[in-house]
């Protein structure tokens, strides 16, 4: 089956301009989550979807930056007015959603290929 | 809060020999997952072997296993008979038991394997 794929593979963009980053989770996968790694770093919580609840945001690091996840399916990550710290690979991930011991079993975090973003 | 830090920014092997990735982790938590995961340079990141902190048992996948130390909350990964697909970025992963979203990473591991 076809495994999370993102959008572009990779963006070069100008200092200010906005940019939309896309995700398509594993069908079914109720959870997706936005990271960032920057160069030489780990990963970098950004977001959180699960189902219909609302996202958990903590992670995002300024109010340029938004998601939103249409039909519980596909994500969109927008980061306005590009700055160059944007700079970095933004990787989305989904999993079925478990509710820790005694309940599903699968609690794996599948990845996407990640998109790499360069702000000139 | 939960750091998880991995000491050894790169590491090397022969082919065919054992190499050790060492983590360490700070947590309140007496359950959590443990995760290492693998970055290739094609930027996938995939699950290699996971630990539940409440299993004493070291989980052992094909040639990779773990060393978990919870008291000491240590987590390193071996590989056995290194292979040359086993090059990549290696990080360790902390989740709590009953967060789905809170995964926390290191800063990884970069393993170099010589033929």
């Known amino acids: 089956g076809a495994g999370v794929s993102q959008s572009p593979s990779n963006k070069v963009t100008e200092k200010g301009k906005d940019v939309e980053l896309r995700c398509d989770p594993i069908s079914g996968h109720t959870a997706l989550y936005w990271y960032r790694q920057s160069l030489g770093q780990g990963l970098e919580f950004l977001i959180y979807f699960q189902g219909n609840s609302a996202p958990d945001k903590s992670g995002l690091p300024s109010d340029r930056f938004s998601a939103e996840r249409t039909g519980g399916s596909v994500s969109t990550l927008t980061i306005q007015r590009t700055q160059q710290e944007d700079s970095a690979v933004y990787l989305c991930?989904?999993?079925?959603?478990?509710?820790?011991?005694?309940?599903?079993?699968?609690?794996?975090?599948?990845f996407g290929p990640g998109t790499r973003l360069t702000v000139t | 809060a939960q750091t998880v830090t991995q000491s050894q920014p790169e590491m090397s092997v022969q082919e065919a020999e054992t190499v050790t990735l060492s983590c360490t982790y700070d947590t309140s938590e007496s359950d959590y997952y443990l995760f290492w995961y693998k970055q290739p340079p094609s930027r996938q990141m995939i699950l290699v072997i996971r630990q539940e902190a409440y299993k004493q048992q070291n989980a052992t996948e094909n040639r990779f296993s773990v060393n978990f130390q919870k008291a000491a909350k240590s987590f390193s990964l071996k590989i056995s008979d290194s292979q040359l697909g086993d090059a990549a970025m290696y990080f360790c992963a902390y989740r709590r038991l009953y967060n789905n979203n809170d995964m926390r990473f290191g800063a990884g591991t970069r393993l170099t394997v010589k033929p």
């Open positions: 991930a989904s999993s079925l959603w478990t509710s820790g011991r005694g309940g599903p079993p699968s609690y794996e975090q599948y």
